[in-house]
């Protein structure tokens, strides 16, 4: 948990112990088996090669002994993104998933991108999706295809994420951070704690079927998350640079290609989760709070 943010599990409903499996241990799935092994949870998963508890996969063949790497999942997270022919852990594990007698929940990490350019309009869960880019059409699809799976899923759109080790603070300090100005042109962020934390309490209050949209509570400019990194680093800002002057790579002009604006009311009313970090400025606090802690608490 880091230092400074409020305890995760506080708010929640009783949790039974359980095993939580990973495909794609990757940054989010990691915050949530840190907080479920320290509740005397049984976690493993996958990455691209293996280690302790760590099984090989990396969606072009299935892993090996998966029904050893299974048994006991009662809760299953997926963050592997899809490929051209869809979800690769269904692709290759459907029928290993659907014989896992004890699987109670199903949580699939998606995008906020699904929801396409809505020029600058609210989204919230019952909004149809329009995505335009491929990687949120193949996201779209993938969430399709779990719901259609028979198993306990559960969809979470998740905004645009952050955290220690990767934020505007890290940017700064790397002297990568560039401020664009696109007036107007707002998006919406989820510190990697509060996914951890709705992940919970969806865990705690299983829903199958369900659609949540992961993201704090105020959408704002990217210029404007630099300038307040910038603030807490006692840092000059960067320049600002004019949107049409910035030359972005492919993928960061895909991000500039579509405005939305994306309600988390859903989270709230129905898994009562209230925000560690509501906003990007509790967020920056929070990361520098724990950096700072870390620091003084080594040897």
């Avoid at 499996?21 to 090669?49: I, K, M, N, P, Q």
């Avoid at 059409?137 to 080790?165: C, K, M, N, T």
């Avoid at 996914?195 to 829903?207: E, F, K, N």
């Avoid at 049409?244 to 790579?249: I, K, P």
């Amino acid at each position: 948990m880091l230092k400074g943010l409020p305890n995760m599990t506080s708010a929640l409903s009783p949790l039974p112990t359980g095993r939580l499996f990973c495909f794609g241990l990757g940054y989010s799935a990691s915050a949530l088996a840190r907080d479920v092994s320290a509740r005397g949870w049984r976690v493993a998963g996958t990455s691209r090669t293996a280690r302790p508890d760590i099984h090989a996969f990396e969606g072009r063949r299935p892993m090996a002994d998966a029904a050893t790497a299974l048994a006991g999942t009662t809760h299953l997270l997926i963050s592997i993104p899809p490929d051209a022919e869809g979800c690769p852990v269904l692709r290759h594990h459907l029928a290993d998933l659907a014989a896992l007698p004890a699987l109670a929940w199903v949580g699939y990490l998606s995008t906020t991108g699904v929801y396409g350019d809505q020029q600058g309009g609210w989204v919230e869960e019952t909004t149809p999706p329009k995505p335009g880019q491929i990687r949120s059409i193949q996201r779209l699809r993938a969430e399709q295809d779990w719901q259609a799976s028979g198993l306990p899923v559960h969809i979470f759109r998740l905004a645009g994420i952050y955290g220690p080790g990767r934020s505007a603070l890290d940017r700064l300090r790397a002297g990568d951070a560039r401020r664009i100005d696109k007036p107007g042109h707002l998006f919406s962020r989820i510190h990697v704690t509060d996914i951890a934390r709705v992940l919970l309490a969806s865990m705690a209050r299983p829903d199958p079927g369900a659609i949540y949209n992961v993201c704090d509570d105020e959408p704002a400019e990217s210029g404007a998350v630099i300038e307040e990194a910038a603030r807490l680093l006692n840092l000059p800002a960067p320049p600002t640079i004019p949107f049409e002057e910035a030359e972005l790579t492919p993928m960061a002009a895909s991000f500039y290609a579509e405005s939305r604006l994306v309600r988390n009311d859903r989270i709230r009313r129905e898994l009562g989760v209230q925000l560690a970090c509501p906003t990007y400025r509790e967020g920056l606090r929070a990361i520098l709070e724990q950096e700072r802690h870390s620091a003084k608490n080594q040897p």
